[in-house]
Nanobody, 123 residues
Framework: QVTLVESGGGSVQAGGPRRLSCAVSGRTFDTYAMGWFRQAPGKERDFVAALTWSESSTLADSVKGRFTISRGNAKNTVYLQMNSLKPEDTAVYYC?????????????????WGQGTQVTVSS
């Protein structure tokens, strides 16, 4: 069993930073590729960022230069550092994982999902 729990969501003023965390439990030393997705009301769940086990990252064009994805030293936590937030970043943010060294940009690439955390950016 693999469990993902996001934290760090909340309300933030436009232009400000916010850091999301995703704690992975079940098999601490399993090899996982991680991803972050977001879903705004009435929209599909969209790719935000991905991180391989070797810490190579991929970012969506909409967040490139503003967001970064990283893994904790113990490799059981992943972070999404969000800077220069915009109102259009408002969404429920989901952490995802898949066994292996790399994932992808698609929801179907991932087998495990967190419950989501709401990020609301006000102007």
């Amino acid at each position: 069993q693999v469990t993902l729990v996001e934290s760090g969501g909340g309300s933030v003023q436009a232009g400000g930073p916010r850091r999301l965390s995703c704690a992975v439990s079940g098999r601490t030393f399993d090899t996982y590729a991680m991803g972050w997705f977001r879903q705004a009301p009435g929209k599909e769940r969209d790719f935000v960022a991905a991180l391989t086990w070797s810490e190579s990252s991929t970012l969506a064009d909409s967040v490139k230069g503003r967001f970064t994805i990283s893994r904790g030293n113990a490799k059981n936590t992943v972070y999404l550092q969000m800077n220069s937030l915009k109102p259009e970043d408002t969404a429920v943010y989901y952490c995802a994982a898949t066994r292996g060294y790399s994932g992808g940009r698609f929801v179907t690439d991932y087998a495990y999902w967190g419950q989501g955390t709401q990020v609301t950016v006000s102007s």
